[in-house]
Nanobody, 122 residues
């Protein structure tokens, strides 16, 4: 069993920055690919970013590419999402997820955190 706990969400102004963290426990962290997804009110959950087990590969959705950066610290069992140049359309609940395979597809992830709210005001 894997437990994932997100933190770092909150309120930001457009153009501002936030850094989300996701602390993992219950499984060898370095054996898991990690992803960030988000869900806005009335919309389906969508892929944001993912990172491979050792951090050598990353992928981003087109909507966040160049503004968000995913990283991980395997010594701390933590994955991060640095969000910059925030836009009101980034407002959503952000979830981290853990899976065996590096993937942009939510169904490939077995474990999910409870989510953290990010609200960007214009």
């Amino acid at each position: 069993q894997v437990q994932l706990v997100e933190s770092g969400g909150g309120l930001a102004q457009a153009g501002g920055s936030l850094r989300l963290s996701c602390a993992a426990s219950g499984r060898t962290f370095s054996n898991a690919a990690m992803g960030w997804f988000r869900q806005a009110p009335g919309k389906e959950r969508e892929f944001v970013a993912c990172i491979s087990r050792r951090g050598g590969s990353t992928s981003y959705s087109d909507s966040v590419k160049g503004r968000f950066t995913i990283s991980r610290d395997n010594a701390k069992n933590t994955v991060y999402l640095q969000m910059s140049s925030l836009k009101p359309e980034d407002t959503a609940v952000y979830y981290c997820a853990s899976g065996t395979y590096y993937s942009v597809t939510s169904s490939d992830y077995s474990y999910w955190g409870q989510g953290t709210q990010v609200t960007v005001s214009s």
